[in-house]
């Protein structure tokens, strides 16, 4: 019984640290950074895509005369560098678009 105790209060432990660090107010990987309630997020190729700590998933589609299609959470839109568009509970700006690279800004609404 007490090596079942010490599994449990170990695996309690565990995903009390997990939701610890998910608890404060900065996340970053090799494709996107996030604060408390927005992300810089960069996707290279058609097809990239992240799962956003702050919402959902946003993946790309292609990149043709100088829009991006971009998907999140299911929703499709497009936006050229400097244009905002909103999808999926987020503010989105393209800050910088090229023939395969997007980087964005998103913003919970």
């Given at each position: 019984?007490?090596?079942?105790?010490?599994?449990?209060?170990?695996?309690?432990?565990?995903?009390?640290?997990?939701?610890?660090?998910?608890?404060?107010?900065?996340?970053?990987?090799?494709?996107?950074?996030?604060?408390?309630?927005?992300?810089?997020?960069?996707?290279?190729?058609?097809?990239?895509?992240?799962?956003?700590?702050?919402?959902?998933?946003?993946?790309?589609?292609?990149?043709?005369?100088?829009?991006?299609?971009?998907?999140?959470?299911?929703?499709?839109?497009s936006c050229a560098e400097g244009e905002s568009v909103s999808a999926g509970g987020l503010e989105l700006e393209c800050t910088k678009?090229?023939?395969?690279?997007?980087?964005?800004?998103?913003?919970?609404?």
């Amino acid at each position: 019984m007490t090596t079942s105790r010490n599994a449990l209060a170990g695996a309690v432990l565990a995903g009390g640290l997990g939701l610890l660090s998910l608890a404060g107010c900065s996340f970053s990987s090799d494709n996107f950074s996030c604060d408390t309630n927005s992300c810089t997020v960069t996707l290279s190729g058609d097809g990239a895509e992240v799962d956003l700590p702050i919402g959902p998933t946003i993946s790309l589609g292609s990149v043709e005369n100088g829009r991006a299609s971009i998907s999140v959470g299911g929703a499709s839109v497009s936006c050229a560098e400097g244009e905002s568009v909103s999808a999926g509970g987020l503010e989105l700006e393209c800050t910088k678009v090229s023939d395969d690279e997007v980087e964005l800004s998103a913003t919970l609404n």
